[in-house]
């Protein structure tokens, strides 16, 4: 695994300069090409101007994680080269406006504008970029036709023509670059879907039978609220966008009670504002899906950044006690199966259920060979007459009816309530009340989605990680491929299993990696099981861990 | 017509003090429901916290009692998934205006096909007696030692100001005419407020039975609601206030056929 | 100790019979006739009707805790008994109508109903109580005339006057019915103070320099407020009621950006609410004093009753992670002086500070030696033109400015920022400030409010309690006497000293006794110090543990 | 008069869009400061979150740039707090009245004399382009994909409704009114609404410069803001949008008059 090729292009300038469409066009041409593609970028808050920047790794195997190393560096603006100055090494080429790269060691000087105005207009010049990006690895020519026909086909045939002629200009001149680029195709790539985690994470919801989101515009989490608002009419998806997010939790438990399958999307500072009906939802065992997408706090803090730093957040959510879920995908197809999983597991337990992402992560686009059709599993009873909607049982789950089917009335309480849902205050009643809604606990860790062990089996070193900085430091483990070295994985954070204590009593060593400043689950680790969670690798200047970041903190801690 | 009994919860102990407004409005609602022949699996009743937010736990429908100041979204979101349902959203004039002042104002501009009945007793009655925010200036409450000092919430003005589809107030003593405005609104298509003036007996002392007799006037049979600088204008008026159906919009389009209908089951 | 002789008596009947009338008249007519006084309530979420108790302790020694035993039960209405039937003995006098009572096996039947209206009215029947209940206790009757004059001395001379010859009336009943009460009288008591826990912690607020609150009512939480608009005048406080919880929140960060010292009162729901303001407290480091009065959720949950249950909630409260301090009172002299030094501590490491506490303690009255008078601190500079808000100190605090005091400007900001408080995305300067807003903590190590320790010194069963379940505990070991065994009590459960540790590995068994279905406190120690703490005594039913209850549950955990 | 330098932030990289309305309110603002010749230290700025939000950011006096919808309660406790400085709380439409609804209504109420100043782009700019509550029905988005289908807030209509004591509207490109506006609110004891239209050049299409030019009147020289149900005549119609003072009420007590004075330092 140690030989695995990677080819690292960072594109960088100002918002609003067009790197996105070079980062989606040129990622779709490289992966039709038979290549594998990863991109990830990261921004400032605002819509113009400052400085941006995306990476794309092509590759012969699959690459998913950010890489420090620049191989190809483009520059659209001035101060692109100093922000990156500590990812530029000896080999990396960087190819830009002259007057940004002539101080450069390999810098190739080249004029997108001109280029682009010698075609007769200035708004080529992310066309010609493309192009040569195409060139240089040798893009099938075809597969650029398509990808610019599809992306383009609304604006009509002069557009599609003339940034195919921008194109191939570029294409032309990324050829004769004669840069190094020595990565394989693979024919099988070309089946594969490009998407990013935003994508993921819609597309699970709606594999899970989503029809309902109700949510405030918050980044990064606006993203999925967007994907599920174009995939409204399709799937049929009612779309909300609310006056704020206290609406939108109360709506979307309004709509479960109702009969739906509703998610919000938002951001730590938007849920902070959501945790009161959190705490209704445990109450009145109405399930809510919520989608968190993390970046950097306290308060707005770094708004388009990432962070792992509101795990705590959901863990304690809402005043009281009650049981939740709690999930924390690593990759895409995790991402994807978990928010599908989620509305399963919402409508079974009848507890809150969280899908806990990232910046990094929805912001993170590759190529993924297959996304299952999940079964969407329904719970909902026809009510009878004397229907009780919290009817204690040995599970702690009762059947849950939804208003108009079935012949009884479905009456759901924040208050402390009896089986009809009638208000009481009798101290056994909410004894009672208390327990059963605690025993679904058990039943959830039933199904708990297990943690997953990557790495040695005979490990003495043992790392530990959740969510997207799982993968960065799966593919850290894997290069460096050390014996007695593994890592785990948890895609579920909360409940965990009894079997996580057999996972780390079995190391000599156990550490603990993380995007935040206090170790979350390092501590939830230890608030559970009583182990020695001292060790932590932790990162919180908002952006993410590097693969090669990670592999050198792995060695030291070993 | 159905029986007001089908609407009973059997053995519930009414938490309400005796004399007070909500069970006027408890007995206004169930006939109008009887009136209409609603069957109670087709009714949903959202209510948020407070006295008037009781409401639901006694009557037998459908109910989702859910957080102080909720009830809009909540009862929106209900509408969107199934349409076929009656949705009541009730409560107090805190919960509504004061906590719930953001739904208050933008389910107003969505227009769900809902009622909304807004117990208004001028004053926060389960907490025991702060001011809320429609109780009149100068009045001494449990908190405002010295009186309210800010001006009172005006919903009818505020209704009409956002265009609202269906704008009405009533006196819980007025039996007929509540019974009327609340089935008017049920069958009115799109969002209904009814603001009920409700005493409440034990905490505002100003706004009683009383009180709110002589200061209240029923509209007369010719007024014309459609007009909305007429209904701008009574609803200014907050000497003598105006009871019956003050704004109705009838063109305003429903929230609902917006949206995609979703399959339920 | 064990000799401790204390009467127990209730008064049980409807929302809107008066109960806390003769429950205020009563405790103050006790105590001033030298009784040491206890009392607290419990009652439904109503306003009218329904069923509430009072249990006044009158004893010789100071008694500060809620007992399971009846002495003397006066009933006003006729599902009282039922309510109460197991706490009734064979040792309870129960007196009452005749119709309530007659079934009982000690009862006294007594129409409070008749002797009023004897006097001409029914209006005097609970000024009949308070003197049936003068009268058992052999209380002195100038005292009553002083406690009545003061009373009602706003309504007139004809209200006093009738409401004497009530009181004096059931004086001679009580003395008649020659009840076995052998309570000494101590002259001491009589200069104590009789305080209720919301009075506690809204005296301890004014002492701390509280000018500012902004609250949204809610029980059990509003009595604090309430408290601190009646003193608006006498001491300058500006009153806000806000138009909702985020308001006050908001207001009160403002107010103490703008240079007052500001509190916000509220309860577990209410607070939910604030989650994304106790957030921005931490990114600006513009203080807020939080009073939280618990009770039990989730939800509206129980709204008139008692619990532990939000301690998780204020220890993870807000997005990203930044200090804190919460503290959690025993007794009324601790939620006095806590919530005193919650002002002195907010504007010291300019962190949220928290007042934890609940119905039970807020709603508990007894006699209170002495409050000393605490100083204010304040730490507020005079800017200078060059003012920086956010100088990096080794400490971690900035010195704090306000608006128009000083030539410089104060400017603080809820995104990452640099000094000068100006947004900044440089990864640099957010691991500076992420860094140095966690220094505080640090700080306010040296300084934290060190756990109580008592009982057997080498004890080898400890008990660990945090709040008003402290006193409770503290009651029952007390009692108990056994050795080897004592209590720590938490008046400052986060941050946690050091010492902790060493309190805690010395027992050979340690026991979390808290009101609350998890054991959060008994979660957090097991975070941060990893030791078993796996024994716990846990009630959730919205009524707090008895003395008695809980010194079986000492036994049964020996 | 001062200097507008004294107002500038030094190595300042001011993150808005190229064009974009927001450059002309920053300096309208800078110079209404500078005519009323306040120094730095008598004034601040409380923002919220948005593009509109960064704007004290830019300006050199006291700062709270705070949470998104939270500018006036913030603003409210500071004037409380320190009446003596000048309080401007300035934020964004969907800040103010989408997120911050609730304050907005209730603010109104309380009448701090505070000024709001409102950059009313009709947009979510800095997260992308999603609808505000002042999007116009039918105008598409990046969210809104078939076009906004709810009515649009009409912020000075309820403010009129609320009995406000300052409401008026102004398009940056008019820099003498605007200019005029602010410092006339400013100097007004109460409560003062100043809605700004405001292109955002990037993600609102519809309403332009040039839409704002056509679809705005300035109000005549002696038209008389005293009169509310005219005023609420000219807020009703929204198919030419009155400029300038459209609403006075001078009679209005103010809410830190009401309080005690503290003592700061
Ligand atoms: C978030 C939240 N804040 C505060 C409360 C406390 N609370 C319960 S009812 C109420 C006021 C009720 O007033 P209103 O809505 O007018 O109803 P009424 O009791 O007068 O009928 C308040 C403040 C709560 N339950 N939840
Ligand atoms: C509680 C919360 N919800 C959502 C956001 C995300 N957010 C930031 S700015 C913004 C909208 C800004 O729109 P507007 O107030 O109109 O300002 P503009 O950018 O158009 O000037 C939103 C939704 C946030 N920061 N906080
Ligand atoms: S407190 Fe007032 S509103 Fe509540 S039940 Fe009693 S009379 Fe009615
Ligand atoms: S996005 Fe719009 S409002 Fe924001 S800076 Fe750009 S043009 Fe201005
Ligand atoms: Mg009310
Ligand atoms: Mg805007």
């Not at chain 1, 819509?47 to 699959?62: A, F, Q």
């Not at chain 2, 809009?72 to 205006?97: M, R, W």
Request: hydrophobic share 40%.
């Amino acid at each position: 695994m140690k030989d695995k090729k990677i080819f690292s292009i960072v594109l960088s300038g100002a918002a609003g300069q067009g790197i996105q469409t070079v980062e989606n066009l040129f990622t779709q041409i490289a992966k039709e090409s038979g290549y594998n593609v990863y991109a990830t970028k990261e921004y400032m808050s605002r819509v113009r101007g400052g400085n941006n920047s995306t990476e794309i790794l092509i590759s012969s195997k699959p690459v998913r994680s950010f890489r420090k190393k620049i191989d190809l560096l483009v520059v659209l603006n001035n101060n692109a080269i100093e922000r990156l100055r500590d990812r530029i090494s000896d080999n990396t080429i960087i190819i830009g406006e002259k007057n940004f790269v002539s101080k450069e060691k390999n810098s190739i000087p080249i004029s997108l504008l001109e280029i682009s105005n010698s075609l007769g207009s200035s708004i080529y010049a992310n066309a010609v970029a493309v192009g040569i990006l195409s060139g240089i690895i040798n893009a099938e020519k075809t597969v650029i036709d398509e990808v610019i026909y599809e992306y383009f086909k609304e604006k009509g045939e002069e557009v599609i023509d003339n940034n195919l002629k921008a194109i191939i200009k570029g294409y032309e001149i990324g050829k004769q670059l004669n840069i190094n680029f020595q990565i394989e195709k693979n024919g099988y790539v070309k089946k594969h879907m490009l998407l990013n985690g935003s994508q993921a994470v819609a597309k699970g919801a709606i594999s899970g039978g989503c029809n309902f989101i109700s949510s405030y515009p918050m980044s990064p989490a606006t993203a999925v609220f967007t994907e599920l608002a174009k995939a409204s009419k399709k799937y049929n998806i009612i779309v909300d966008q609310a006056e704020d997010e206290i609406a939108a939790a109360n709506m979307a438990i309004g709509a479960w009670y109702a009969g739906a399958r509703a998610i919000v999307s938002t951001s730590g500072g938007g849920f902070a504002l959501m945790e009161e009906a959190i705490s209704l939802s445990g109450m009145i065992e109405t399930p809510i899906v919520v989608h968190l997408g993390q970046r950097p706090g306290p308060a707005t803090g770094l708004p388009t950044r990432t962070e792992q730093g509101d795990l705590d957040l959901v863990l304690y959510a809402g005043h009281g006690t009650f049981p939740r879920i709690i999930f924390a995908p690593a990759s895409l197809e995790e991402a994807y199966y978990l928010s599908a999983k989620a509305f399963n597991f919402a409508d079974k337990f009848q507890v809150p259920v969280f899908v806990l992402t990232d910046q990094y992560l929805l912001d993170s686009f590759y190529n993924v060979e297959y996304l299952p059709q999940i079964q969407v599993e329904r719970y909902i009873i026809k009510t009878t007459k004397d229907y009780k909607r919290y009817e204690i049982t040995e599970s702690g789950i009762s059947p849950r009816g939804i208003p108009g089917y079935g012949e009884g009335v479905v009456r759901v309480d924040s208050d402390e309530h009896d089986e009809f849902g009638h208000i009481t205050e009798n101290p056994k009643v909410r004894v009672d009340m208390v327990n059963k809604r605690m025993r679904k606990l058990n039943e959830i860790l039933k199904e708990v989605i297990q943690p997953v062990l990557f790495g040695d089996e005979n490990y003495e070193y043992l790392f530990i990680s959740w969510g997207s900085t799982s993968q960065i430091l799966k593919e850290a483990i894997e290069e460096l491929d050390i014996e007695k070295v593994a890592m785990i994985h948890f895609p579920q954070v909360y409940p965990l299993p009894k079997e996580t204590e057999n996972y780390l009593s079995k190391a000599k060593k156990v550490v603990f990696v993380e995007q935040n400043v206090n170790g979350q689950f390092a501590n939830l680790i230890r608030r559970e099981f009583g182990i020695d969670t001292s060790n932590r690798i932790l990162k919180y200047d908002g952006f993410p861990f590097s693969v090669e970041n990670l592999k050198e903190k792995i060695k030291e801690a070993l | 017509m159905f029986s007001v009994k089908i609407y009973d919860i059997s053995n519930s102990d009414i938490a309400w003090c005796p004399g007070c407004g909500n069970f006027g409005i408890l007995n206004e609602l169930k006939t109008a429901f009887s009136e209409l022949e609603l069957s109670p699996n087709q009714v949903v009743i959202v209510s948020g916290i407070g006295q008037a937010a009781k409401m639901p736990q006694y009557v037998n429908v459908n109910m989702f009692n859910g957080l102080h100041g909720r009830t809009l979204p909540v009862a929106t979101a209900i509408k969107l998934v199934n349409p076929s349902l009656i949705v009541i959203a009730e409560s107090g004039d805190g919960c509504t205006y004061g906590e719930g002042g953001n739904h208050f104002i933008h389910t107003i501009r969505k227009n769900p096909n809902i009622v909304n009945i807004v117990h208004d007793n001028m004053i926060y009655g389960l907490t025991k007696g702060q001011a809320s925010p429609t109780t009149p200036k100068g009045v001494k409450t449990t908190l405002q030692f010295d009186g309210v000092f800010v001006d009172p919430f005006n919903p009818i003005a505020v209704a009409v100001a956002l265009n609202a589809s269906f704008v009405a107030r009533t006196f819980m003593g007025y039996t007929d005419l509540t019974i009327e405005l609340i089935k008017k609104a049920i069958k009115h298509r799109g969002y209904s407020l009814i603001d009920i003036l409700q005493p409440c007996v034990t905490f505002n002392k100003y706004n009683t039975y009383q009180w709110y007799k002589e200061n209240t006037y029923i509209l007369p049979e010719d007024y014309d609601p459609t007009d909305r600088k007429t209904a701008f204008e009574i609803a200014m008026d907050t000497e003598k206030l105006a009871l019956g159906l003050i704004y109705l919009n009838e063109s305003k389009e429903v929230y609902e056929d917006f949206q995609p209908r979703i399959e339920l089951f």
